[in-house]
């Protein structure tokens, strides 16, 4: 066992001084380990939806704070919290898991609008952000503000209110979080927000386009709804990430001996330079580790 091993991990003449988990072959395994892990978690979904799921920190304080901090940057009036927008808010989250969908128009036909109008709100001119399967609030204001059609409700110089959903459930087999942020300038309201040249004025109600962030549950009175069941699910974007910095560190680990073990005994090598390798999966391993926390449609 430690002969094999040390075939595995070390080059010498029994390998042609080359590590095995370099070969082909390893490398193919280590792909399809990889491909294996993606579809079982797809799978899990299908099979045992809520056992999988993300968990968040965000919090309907933070996402109102870090949304005003964006506004007043360019010197707009801060949007102010409005209890009923948020039952307006809510009431989009709950339908979206009730129908099992995630877009601004629902399978019945539903529109953002419809909820504004359910809860006896009254507007001149209103938007919806949608978010799902963020950890933390920074990350979530980060991507919406990287989005034009996001960027263009939390900064639009019209709104003066907002309302914000938080909802626990089970969106295509995977627990997680929903949160729906309802602008609005409401029926016969006096202009107070400031204009920036920056920042378009449409007349037109504003839809964002693209609805997928993820947020957190915390409360802000009523407007956080736990629909999902209760315990800790196992977040499957975890999951890929630790499956899959396991073995590009393994390969990035088995290529620094390798080089390490070449150089030192000067044996020649027809095959690319280790060292780029290295560099190569260093970058992979980077963008797998730090990437993208949710998605945003």
Same mark, same amino acid.
């Given at each position: 066992?430690?002969?094999?091993?040390?075939?595995?991990?070390?080059?010498?003449?029994?390998?042609?001084?080359?590590?095995?988990?370099?070969?082909?072959?390893?490398?193919?395994?280590? =792909?399809? $380990?990889?491909? $294996?892990?993606? +579809?079982?978690?797809?799978? $899990?979904?299908?099979?045992?939806?809520?056992?999988?799921?993300?968990?968040?920190?965000?919090?309907?304080?933070?996402?109102?704070?870090?949304?005003?901090?964006?506004?007043?940057?360019?010197?707009?009036?801060?949007?102010?919290?409005?209890?009923? $927008?948020?039952?307006?808010?809510?009431?989009?989250?709950?339908?979206?898991?009730?129908?099992?969908? @995630?877009?601004?128009?629902?399978?019945?036909?539903?529109?953002? @609008?419809?909820?504004?109008?359910?809860?006896?709100?009254?507007?001149?001119?209103?938007?919806?952000?949608?978010?799902?399967?963020?950890?933390?609030?920074?990350?979530?204001?980060?991507? @919406?503000?990287? +989005?034009?059609?996001?960027?263009?409700?939390?900064?639009?110089?019209?709104?003066?209110?907002?309302?914000?959903?938080?909802?626990?459930?089970?969106?295509?087999?995977?627990?997680?979080?929903?949160?729906?942020?309802?602008?609005?300038?409401?029926?016969?309201?006096?202009?107070?927000?400031?204009? !920036?040249?920056?920042?378009?004025?449409?007349?037109?109600?504003?839809?964002? +386009?693209?609805?997928?962030?993820?947020?957190?549950?915390?409360?802000?009175?009523?407007?956080?709804?736990?629909?999902?069941?209760?315990?800790?699910?196992?977040?499957?974007?975890?999951? !890929?990430? =630790? =499956?899959?910095?396991?073995?590009? +560190?393994?390969?990035?680990?088995?290529?620094?001996?390798?080089?390490?073990?070449?150089?030192?005994?000067?044996?020649?090598?027809?095959?690319?330079?280790?060292?780029?390798?290295?560099?190569?999966?260093?970058?992979?391993?980077?963008?797998?580790?730090?990437?993208?926390?949710?998605? =945003?449609?």
């Amino acid at each position: 066992m430690a002969k094999f091993i040390s075939l595995l991990f070390i080059p010498q003449e029994k390998n042609n001084h080359r590590a095995l988990l370099l070969h082909p072959s390893f490398l193919g395994i280590f =792909i399809a $380990l990889y491909l $294996l892990n993606q +579809s079982l978690i797809q799978s $899990l979904t299908i099979l045992k939806p809520g056992i999988l799921g993300y968990s968040s920190e965000i919090t309907v304080d933070k996402v109102i704070s870090q949304t005003n901090d964006q506004r007043q940057k360019l010197g707009l009036a801060p949007l102010k919290y409005n209890a009923v $927008l948020s039952q307006s808010a809510v009431a989009k989250a709950q339908d979206m898991f009730a129908n099992n969908y @995630w877009a601004h128009n629902s399978p019945q036909g539903k529109t953002p @609008w419809d909820f504004f109008k359910s809860v006896g709100y009254q507007y001149s001119v209103a938007g919806e952000n949608l978010a799902k399967d963020f950890y933390d609030t920074e990350g979530l204001i980060k991507a @919406w503000m990287n +989005s034009p059609t996001h960027r263009d409700n939390i900064l639009n110089p019209k709104y003066q209110e907002i309302g914000i959903g938080v909802v626990n459930g089970i969106l295509n087999g995977v627990k997680t979080t929903l949160v729906v942020q309802h602008f609005a300038l409401p029926l016969n309201a006096p202009a107070i927000a400031k204009k !920036s040249d920056s920042v378009s004025a449409s007349e037109e109600i504003v839809i964002n +386009s693209e609805p997928e962030i993820i947020v957190s549950t915390q409360s802000l009175g009523e407007t956080v709804v736990n629909l999902a069941a209760s315990g800790k699910a196992i977040s499957p974007l975890l999951i !890929s990430k =630790i =499956i899959g910095t396991i073995i590009f +560190s393994l390969i990035v680990v088995v290529l620094v001996i390798d080089s390490y073990i070449t150089l030192k005994d000067q044996t020649p090598r027809f095959t690319g330079s280790s060292a780029s390798h290295i560099g190569f999966l260093l970058i992979i391993l980077m963008l797998l580790i730090f990437g993208r926390q949710g998605t =945003i449609f």
